[in-house]
């Protein structure tokens, strides 16, 4: 099992058609203050970004709703007086509020959100902003036509989509080039290399898989383990007797992560860093420990044969349960279509 002195320097790439170079793992900030349990000391997760930083992963992504509006503010704090080694990624669209979720993807609100989340972070500008998740009343031309003013303005350096269709894609990347798409893609979420790789390939564009440890599956969670707060404990494929079949998968794969010597995690992790040098997972943790454990996964070679066993062990028709819960699944690009432009009537 790799301990801390054997983790390999974390190599850097470059991302789509402009070239922004940044740590080929990142690191998802979401769980430090959202969704994951209790709020984390904010101490904490400032000395483990900076930590990061020192081991060599300086790509780190939030968004305005984790907290909400909390993430976006520690990240920002962590990163003071290291803005130019770091790059910072970070998302707008999704608002909560007391009547539920919205999606705004509006040209009011792309530079409202935007300068909201310059001054949360306290930079200049953002290095990457993505749409968080696509408006299905708003074209989006229109969306990305409006970020592509802050690009203009010095706001922003690079765009991305977050969750949108290869349709969506295209038709963004014809406004402005689109630098990097952030999909869900781990082990037991791999739909997307249906269409979505292929599309980005086509374009240069580069693939940030969020959750590529499966919302921690990949990494051992346990239901019994669950603490009060901690929205996994409610997803279809983390409960009840899905939980339990999926158990058996996650066995077979730690089975061969035993015969390689490394860890699930570092396993599960390397899998997606074999899928290409256009692919920058980030994994999200709040500890040390866990990120000098994924870090550890860029030493993990892996040959072809080795990747096709690890994807058998984990078949995508025998993973039980969907990805996510109901309500949820209505903004992912399975079903969250942009309008067409001649839709858009407002302004004209």
């Known amino acids: 099992m790799a301990t801390a002195a054997d983790v390999p320097t974390v190599p850097r790439v470059k991302l789509g058609p402009e070239g922004l170079e940044v740590s080929a793992m990142g690191l998802g900030c979401m769980g430090m203050s959202f969704a994951y349990g209790a709020v984390k000391p904010e101490e904490e997760m400032i000395e483990l970004i900076r930590h990061a930083v020192e081991r060599g992963v300086t790509f780190f992504d939030t968004a305005d709703m984790y907290g909400p509006h909390t993430n976006e503010v520690v990240l920002g704090k962590a990163i003071k007086g290291m803005r130019e080694k770091v790059q910072l990624a970070t998302k707008f669209g999704i608002i909560l509020g007391q009547e539920g ?20 972070l306290d930079v200049e500008y953002i290095d990457l902003y993505y749409q968080h998740r696509v408006d299905t009343k708003v074209p989006i ?100 007797e899905n939980f339990e079949k999926n158990k058996v998968l996650r066995e077979q794969l730690e089975a061969i992560a035993e015969k390689k010597k490394c860890s699930l995690n570092q396993l599960a992790l390397a899998w997606v860093l074999h899928k290409g040098n256009d692919v920058i997972p980030i994994p ?40 996510n819960l109901p309500f949820n699944m209505q903004f992912l690009r399975r079903n969250a279509l942009s309008p067409p432009l001649s839709s858009w009537k407002e302004g004209i």
Not at 105 to 110: A, I, L
């Open 101 to 120: 979720v919205q999606i705004r993807g509006d040209p009011e609100w792309v530079r409202t959100a935007c300068e909201a989340s310059l001054k949360r």
């Open 141 to 240: 031309e229109i969306t990305v036509g409006a970020m592509k003013k802050l690009v203009q303005e010095g706001k922003v350096k690079h765009l991305g989509l977050s969750e949108a269709s290869a349709s969506d894609i295209r038709r963004a990347h014809a406004v402005h080039p689109i630098t990097a798409v952030q999909m869900e893609w781990s082990l037991w979420t791999r739909d997307l290399e249906e269409d979505i790789i292929p599309t980005c390939r086509e374009l240069g564009i580069a693939i940030v898989p969020y959750s590529p440890l499966g919302r921690g599956f990949f990494a051992g969670y346990t239901v019994e383990g669950n603490k009060e707060g901690d929205t996994r404990a409610k997803l279809p494929r983390m409960s009840g």
């Open 284 to 323: 999200g943790t709040t500890k040390k420990a866990n990120l000098e454990s994924n870090i550890g996964a860029v030493g993990v070679a892996l040959s072809k044969e080795e990747i096709a066993e690890i994807e058998a062990a984990v078949p995508i028709d025998e993973v039980a349960g969907d990805v």
